[in-house]
């Protein structure tokens, strides 16, 4: 595994590797590494002769500047994660590395409602640097598979959909939410969790689960009334807890006005921010 720190030398090496008809892996991350991103390198490994993560904690999509000073960071600990799940090349840039004065403009798409909804409403700006990002390191990595995490629904619905836009020849993957056995759907800011945090913590998924169980017996209003109430009696500050079209992410009036359902959350226990979702 060998680990780059600049955009030149990853760019060269990725190119030796399409010369020789390799197919090339790519897992986005911010770090502080845990089995649900592990799972994506593994998923990239399988399915590609060469994989590369980068590890890049993005000032531009943190609209809260306490959580980017917070955000856990475990470089070495993460190499060795890296290595052991079969990941080819690290790319750990500095930000003046990715954001270059004469870096390639962020394209502009019409991203349609998918930006305004969910947590488009509560992290202003969030998606912007999270789309700017993601067509940085592309654009650096000239991936042929790009692997993301159901986790966060919305950021992969909006990458699919920017591809599409752009006539990306990249393929998206959407891999499957990783969880504790308890249900708690593996974060890096679990880590800041007190014991009492985190034995609550589980209730999102659990609530989650029940609105399964609702499906026909309650409107989906009530629903989220609900579940937001479960929720808030636990101890969450709730900020949605919404059930959406999984396509378009918009409100739906019935569960057979959509193709894919999906339920999906967002809650704060104390400072920290959890979210996560499951389609129906
Ligand atoms: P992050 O480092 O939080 O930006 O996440 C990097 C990638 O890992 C994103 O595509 C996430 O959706 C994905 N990811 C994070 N947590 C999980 C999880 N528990 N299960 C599956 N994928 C995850």
């Known amino acids: 595994m060998q680990i780059f720190k600049y955009v030149k ?3 060269e090496r990725v190119a030796e590797q399409r010369k020789a008809g390799k197919q090339i892996g790519f897992v986005p991350t911010m770090g502080a590494l845990h089995q649900g991103h592990i799972a994506l390198i593994e998923r990239a490994a399988a399915e590609n002769d060469y994989v590369v993560c980068s590890i890049f904690v993005n000032p531009t999509q943190f609209n809260d500047a306490s959580d980017l000073v917070k955000y856990p960071r475990t470089i070495n600990a993460d190499l060795a994660k890296l290595y052991a799940a079969g990941c080819s090349a690290v790319f750990v840039p500095t930000v003046a590395e990715i954001y270059p004065k004469n870096a390639a403009p962020t394209p502009v798409v019409d991203f349609e409602q998918l930006m305004e909804v969910l947590e488009g409403v509560h992290r202003p700006g969030h ?3 999270m789309v700017q990002v993601v067509h940085r390191l592309l654009d650096i990595a000239r991936p042929d598979n790009l692997y993301m995490g159901q986790k966060d629904y919305q950021q992969q619905a909006i990458i699919r959909h920017m591809l599409k836009a752009i006539a990306s020849e990249i393929k998206l993957t959407t891999c499957k939410t990783v969880r504790e056995n308890d249900g708690l759907a593996m974060s890096s ?3 800041r969790l007190t014991e009492a945090q985190r034995a609550i913590a589980p209730t999102i998924h659990a609530t989650l689960t029940s609105v399964a169980e609702k499906i026909g017996e ?3 209003q009530d629903i989220e009334a609900w579940a937001t109430e479960q929720l808030t009696k636990k101890g969450f500050v709730v900020d949605y807890f919404s059930i959406v079209d999984g396509e378009s992410l918009q409100s739906i009036e019935s569960f057979e006005a ?7 959350t967002a809650a704060y226990l104390g400072d920290i921010r959890l979210i996560d979702n499951l389609i129906l």
């Open 189 to 191: 800011r679990n880590t």
């Open 9 to 11: 030398k990853l760019q």
């Open 218 to 220: 309650q409107s989906i």
């Open 127 to 129: 998606f912007d640097g």
């Open 258 to 264: 959509a193709d894919t359902v999906v339920v999906a």
